[in-house]
T-cell receptor, first 117, second 113 residues
């Protein structure tokens, strides 16, 4: 069973360009989470999605950032008109369907390191 | 709302010494608690988790953590540090029946020879 896959692993963009980060959850997992890790800081929750639904986006910046988890295909975190402050590591995690509250473990991907020049 | 506080952003121990990484949580409902480890340029790997069974939880690589409700703590320990334990460690909390997880700021463990 393959783990959580993220691509690309490294992404370089110039200011004003768009960044698209992809996350394929573990097989059988229907919950996806995105986190951002700034240098020397911990993980900050951004958004929680289930298939075709955004459940909690309280950690997402109000502008330029969006996320989706379509019925088919990977989850996408999209950052429009990137700025230097967007440079960070972006981690995706997945968890299986919540059954009786016993499946809260999140499994993390290797991350995408975004550098904005 | 739930949160965790990790005391000490950097901890340094000698090889063979006890490792103690502190985590205190705040939660309005009985929580699930987790410790993750992150090696340089890698994602997070689950070390162990508490989900209301035994209060002393054993994880991988010789780590264990004890849930103490009276102290709202979930400190991570390892009797004898190894050089390969050098990494960033994150404590996290999740309300039961809910996939919402919040992470602490992390503690960077350095192991000296």
């Amino acid at each position: 069973n393959a783990g959580v896959m993220q691509n690309p692993r490294h992404l370089v963009r110039r200011r004003g360009q768009e960044a698209r980060l992809r996350c394929s959850p573990m097989k059988g997992h229907s919950h996806v989470y995105w986190y951002r890790q700034l240098p020397e800081e911990g993980l900050k929750f951004m958004v929680y999605l289930q298939k075709e639904n955004i459940i909690d986006e309280s950690g997402m910046p109000k502008e330029r950032f969006s996320a989706e988890f379509p019925k088919e295909g990977p989850s996408i975190l999209r950052i429009q008109q990137v700025v230097r402050g967007d440079s960070a590591a972006y981690f995706c995690a997945s968890s299986p369907m919540d059954i009786g509250g016993s499946t809260d473990t999140q499994y993390f991907g290797p991350g995408t390191r975004l550098t904005v020049l | 709302a739930q949160s965790v506080t990790q005391l000490g952003s950097h901890v340094s121990v000698s090889e063979g010494a006890l490792v103690l990484l502190r985590c205190n949580y705040s939660s309005s409902v009985p929580p699930y608690l987790f410790w993750y480890v992150q090696y340089p340029n890698q994602g997070l790997q689950l070390l162990l988790k508490y989900t209301s069974a035994a209060t002393l939880v054993k994880g991988i690589n010789g780590f264990e953590a004890e849930f103490k409700k009276s102290e709202t703590s979930f400190h991570l320990t390892k009797p004898s540090a190894h050089m390969s334990d050098a990494a960033e460690y994150f404590c996290a909390v999740s309300p039961r029946g809910n996939n919402d997880m919040r992470f602490g700021a992390g503690t960077r463990l350095t192991v000296k020879p």
